[in-house]
């Protein structure tokens, strides 16, 4: 059965790198083209079977299940895949590939960008899927002022099957966006006018090998196979998303059979299922966490270069990794080695108590300072600090331990704060881009987090980062741009970044399942032995 379906990868409205002109018809089958998010994947066979139903957990449930043009949540990412696709997805490599449409290409001075889209697509109403449709989708966004659409001025439909975006020049985060952004869900036009978006936010009518059947809040999200789907009917008859917030019930209900996978485990969950031989076990890339100084502050003895990296030399990353129960790996920059702009050339800071001592010497504070620590509750495990405030102990800096709640957390970040370190995120699963990643996150220009210290050498070739148009080039720019924001100048102090376990009983086949942010699958490949 030939599958050549391309399913969108999700997530929030991030963004990632640019797959420029020459992006040919996709020929390659769905599970070998969707992107690699898992470390493993289930056990394969040769003969698939079909029919069943794959049942899944899931702690958070959905407000939207594929209205275009609204803000999306983690639920409602990982709940629509099965029935809602985009114009592109991300591929392996962690770029733009082909999904709804075909191919694409900016024009000469970057102030259009278009769209050629595959044809013989139905919606799962029997209505047609083409260039009206997605102006239709993609419209809303743009009315509703969706960043993701900041920099396209209009949306031609030049014919049935080629969509224009008129743009103010060239944006790295576009192309990315219609993988994954608020205002890519491509949803049938006329189930959404005739039934509203309110009802549309709950009652999702895609392209997608799923068709949408029923929908309880914080209960469970049912799908049934689509048999006309674009590219191939699926193995399973149907999908099922079953939502259950208690992580406690969450596990008696996977251990009794309920369902055939669970995501969202904690690393001493995981390391229960694991041990007991029961299950397969995976695990997906996520955020590298880090420590922010405020460095940009003249009073802080984060302000000299020799302190900053007095505590990440103090800092025993290993040890700090291993309270993932195996779930966190050791990381000595801002991306993890899956991400595209990883610079394996970069040494950092090994652990070194001694080398420590040394710097806050020549620094001027031989006899170390005073100090706070903020991470947010519910995000990062407390075991991590009392590791990182015994390290800073051991080479005079006494660091007091402030954990905070979202909101405060938030607002501390946006304000600035004195003579800390900030725990911070910094998303790094594939299809985060990751200079954009950093614009909005660790640079001068960011909203998100002030206070800290950025040289002006990092800031400059962050921007011609952004405005780099061809692949190749912009890989070794992002590559050289973390070089010297870790070597050169230990702008932050990366600590860990996280593996995201999740259990599948031996009997789910074929295909791979993975989550990124919110939960990624590839479900027309899928197959259960019976």
Known sequence: ?????????????????????????????????????ATTTAPTSTTPQT?????????DGPGNLGAPGISVAPGDCRSMVPCIENLVRIGEDGLPAPALSTSWEYNADYSALTFHLRKGVKFHDGTDFNAAAVKFCLDIGKANKRRDM????????????????????????????FAFGNSAHIMSPTAYQKNGKEWAQTHPVGTGPFKFVSFQRDVSVKYERFDDYWGGKAYLDGIELLIIADPTMAMLSFKSGDANVIYDLEGNEAAELKSSGKYTMTTTPEDVYALLPDSANPD?????????????????????????????VVCNQLFGSWNWAHNKDIVGYPYNPDKAKQLLKEAGYENGFETTIY????VS???????A?????????????????????????????????????????LGADPPAQLVSRNSVKSTLVKGVF??????????????????????????ELCKIAIDDYCVLMPLYTTLAPHALYPDVKGGKLGTVWASQYNPWDIWISK
């Open 51 to 59: 029919g069943g139903w794959l049942k899944l957990i899931y702690a």
């Open 1 to 37: 059965m030939k599958k050549s379906a391309l399913l969108i990868i999700l997530a929030i409205a991030v963004i990632s790198g640019m797959l420029m002109s020459g992006c040919g018809e996709q020929t390659t089958t769905p599970a070998t083209t969707t992107a690699v998010q």
């Open 300 to 328: 802080s003895p984060y302000n000299k270069l020799k302190v900053r990296q007095a505590v990440q030399y103090a800092l025993n990353l290993q040890t700090i990794a291993d309270t993932g129960k195996g779930y966190n």
């Open 381 to 387: 495990p407390e075991d991590v600090f009392l590791i």
């Open 150 to 177: 900041t920099s396209v001025t209009s949306i031609d439909a030049v014919d049935d099957y080629t969509v224009r975006l008129n743009t103010t020049g060239f944006d790295a985060s576009l192309l990315p966006s």
């Open 375 to 378: 991470y947010t509750t519910g």
């Open 389 to 429: 405030q015994k390290n800073l102990a051991d080479v005079g800096i006494k660091a007091k331990i402030e954990p905070m709640t979202s909101a405060a957390m938030s607002q501390l970040t946006a304000g600035g704060w004195k003579n800390g370190l900030v725990v911070s995120q910094i998303p790094g699963w």
């Open 454 to 479: 950025y040289p002006d050498e990092y800031e400059q070739l962050l921007v011609k980062t952004n405005a780099e148009a061809d692949n190749a080039k912009r890989k070794t720019m992002a590559q």
